[in-house]
């Protein structure tokens, strides 16, 4: 790639990474909101410009109202974005209309999602998609009262496919969700146009694969669908495979709509049964944790020592995301991910490590880290979830490469540490890349492990051990890479580190068996 280019694709990295996972879907859905508002003016799209205004602020509403009530019974934190993601969402599901009892159908649908974040919950975790849950109360009650109108999914329509596409691509790239649903647009798309051909052979009609697939494509909600309702990590699975059999559940259901006769198992039906797919797989739930202690692991990284109030399954290599509740959020929010330090042996022990002094791109640290440099002996927190396929391979006899940059030794601390403990017989290579010899951290732990590491720092680390070395003169690239690691061509790579990084390293880890990558821009 060249070098213009990765600069591109850091910094766009950078800037998705700087913000919340909510506030980055609300931009794109509030961003699609007013195109779709100027297409109105043109007749452009179905809905007219006052109705679209009218039901999205009536929906905004409604769905902020109900979330604040909840929460203020519950006791909880309330994110307004979270409400005005689900209003954003359910704007291009639902019919948007200036009629009264259309409108009246509408709220309805706005208080069925929000509660359902609640209601329909287990552990602390909603099990289903919220605007899916509500079009379908919605839909339902139209069975009986059509008045209130019912999901039409406008938004699947060609003036606004490209403005879709580009806006979920960020979302979806910022969730790394790009291949999943990938995954469910060609077999929605592939059913549907299965579904079409049988149905025109049916009539008699002539089949146009051409005439038939882009339609399909253009003209149908898949987009819509993939990009900003299946991609929500709250109800996909941890593994990547799980995550891709149910897009490929939801992808077949929503291009070959089963019919039940008063409704069909379609577009949002589809979604919730792969929710139960998701939550089948996998009964996630909200786990407490209590701060046990804090300590210093080098002089700018700092490590939390949690206790679990009940078991939480996790690999090694998996991350969690922690919530840390606090005033005035930035952009961000309140949620991270940190890979685990600890092994699963460790439990109900769970260690997370982070970066508490700022760096020199960071001279004002994000107010989620101060407020977890604040937390003190004692305090809970919530673990929300447990994601990540950085995981090593089952057949323990592959040869591993391991290259960590500052921070991102984390996970591979947590796997070493497993290997160990569990007896594993792994031939791993580490290459440890850090400023300074002070930010080698967990030591101990790396050295009790046995593997072979390769250090890169500015200065020679004093009192190595034995089956450790230090890049002496090597510079930090592909072929620097290459010359420390000869048979790299033997090994499974796993990088963790900055995109800067991954990308420099790029043309050497092309030679490696495979490779997997743990990214990360920051908190």
């Known amino acids: 790639m060249p070098a213009s280019l990765t600069a591109l694709w850091n910094r766009v990295f950078a800037v998705l990474g700087r913000l919340s996972m909510y506030r980055l879907v609300l931009l794109a859905l509030l961003t699609l909101a007013a195109i779709a508002f100027v297409l109105s ?24 109202a109900t979330d604040a009530a909840a929460h203020a ?103 790394e969700k790009i291949r999943v649903v990938a995954v469910f647009l060609v077999i929605a798309v592939g059913v549907g146009v299965l579904r079409t051909s049988a149905l025109y052979q049916q009539a008699g009609i002539t089949f146009d694969l051409g005439g038939v697939f882009w339609p399909v494509l253009w003209s149908s909600p898949f987009l819509f669908l993939g990009a900003f309702m299946l991609s929500e990590p709250l109800t996909l699975p941890p593994r990547r495979w799980q995550q891709l059999t149910v897009a490929a559940v939801v992808g077949v259901l929503a291009g070959w709509p089963i019919d039940l006769g008063v409704v069909s198992l379609g577009q949002e039906r589809a979604l919730l049964i792969g929710n139960l797919v998701a939550f089948a797989f996998s009964v996630r739930s909200a786990v407490r944790l209590t701060l046990a202690s804090r300590a210093a692991v080098t002089p700018t990284v700092s490590e939390l020592t949690f206790r679990a109030k009940r078991r939480l399954r996790f690999e090694p290599g998996q991350y969690i995301e922690l919530d840390v509740p606090h005033r005035h959020p930035d952009a961000r929010g309140t949620r991270r991910e940190f890979s685990i330090v600890s092994a699963p042996e460790d439990l109900p022990a769970l260690r997370i490590a982070f970066r508490e002094s700022p760096g020199p791109q960071s001279a004002h640290p994000s107010s989620y880290k101060r407020a977890l440099a604040q937390l003190s002996a004692g305090s809970g927190l919530a673990v929300t979830g447990v994601w990540g396929d950085f995981v090593l391979p089952k057949k323990a006899h592959l040869p591993i490469l391991m290259v960590a940059a500052g921070i991102g030794v984390t996970p591979f601390v947590s796997q070493l540490r497993h290997v160990r403990l569990a007896q594993e017989d792994r031939d791993i290579v580490l290459v440890y890349v850090a400023s300074d010899a002070s930010e080698l951290a967990f030591r101990d732990e790396i050295e ?18 034995p089956h450790w070395m230090w890049a002496r003169g090597v510079r930090l690239d592909a072929e620097g890479l290459l010359r420390v690691v000869p048979d790299i061509s033997a090994r499974h790579a796993y990088v963790s580190g900055p995109p800067g990084l991954i990308a420099e390293l790029a043309p050497a880890f092309e030679r490696a068996r495979s490779i997997t990558t743990d990214a990360f821009s920051g908190y």
């Open 73 to 175: 019974v519950l006791r909880l934190p309330w994110r307004l974005e979270s409400s005005l993601v689900t209003a954003c969402i359910l704007l291009f599901v639902l019919r948007p209309t200036l009629d009264p009892a259309g409108l009246g159908g509408i709220a309805i649908a706005g208080v069925a999602a929000s509660l359902s974040k609640y209601l329909l919950a287990w552990r602390g975790r909603h099990v289903f998609n919220p605007a899916a849950v509500g079009a379908t109360v919605l839909t339902l009650l139209a069975l009986a009262f059509p008045a209130l109108g019912a999901s039409s999914w406008w938004v699947g329509t060609p003036a606004l496919a490209g403005p879709v596409i580009v806006l979920g691509l960020a979302v979806l790239w910022r969730t």
């Open 448 to 465: 009790a492990s046995g593997v072979r590491v390769v250090v890169f720092t500015r200065g020679e680390p004093a009192a190595l051990p």
């Open 41 to 64: 003016l043109f007749q452009l799209v179905g809905p007219a410009p006052w109705e679209l205004l009218a039901t999205l602020v009536l929906l905004a509403v409604v769905c902020s």
